[in-house]
């Protein structure tokens, strides 16, 4: 099995940053991406921004330019530096983590989720 800790969310005033973290622990024979995703109350879970074991990244329309989503490969973990945050940045953030066995089978995984509030 594969646990996942999420870390950084919490409340900042529109135009500030925060960074959220996500450590991946467990039974890991080799991660093939990691990623952040977000979801409203209601809403479908959208893409907010990942990363392939070869730095290859892809971002969301609506967070290009603002959220830098980044790794470190020795601490199984992914960050996620978001600045000029909006109000409707606010949800709930939830890591993703696609974890491949010694086979090739690959699985998700999913963190507990962070609440980032973007509010004055």
């Known amino acids: 099995q594969v646990q996942l800790v999420e870390s950084g969310g919490g409340l900042v005033q529109p135009g500030g940053s925060l960074r959220l973290s996500c450590a991946a622990s467990?039974?890991?024979?080799?991660?093939?991406?990691m990623g952040w995703y977000r979801q409203a109350p209601g809403k479908q879970r959208e893409l907010v921004a990942t990363t392939t074991i070869l730095g290859s990244t892809n971002y969301a329309d609506s967070v290009k330019g603002r959220f830098t989503i980044s790794r470190d490969n020795a601490k199984n973990t992914v960050y996620l530096r978001m600045n000029s945050l909006k109000p409707e940045d606010t949800t709930g953030y939830y890591c993703?983590?696609?974890?491949?066995?010694?086979?090739?089978?690959?699985?998700?995984?999913w963190g507990q989720g962070t609440q980032v509030t973007v509010s004055s």
């Open positions: 467990g039974s890991i024979f080799r991660i093939a991406a």
């Open positions: 993703n983590v696609r974890v491949a066995d010694s086979s090739g089978i690959e699985t998700d995984y």
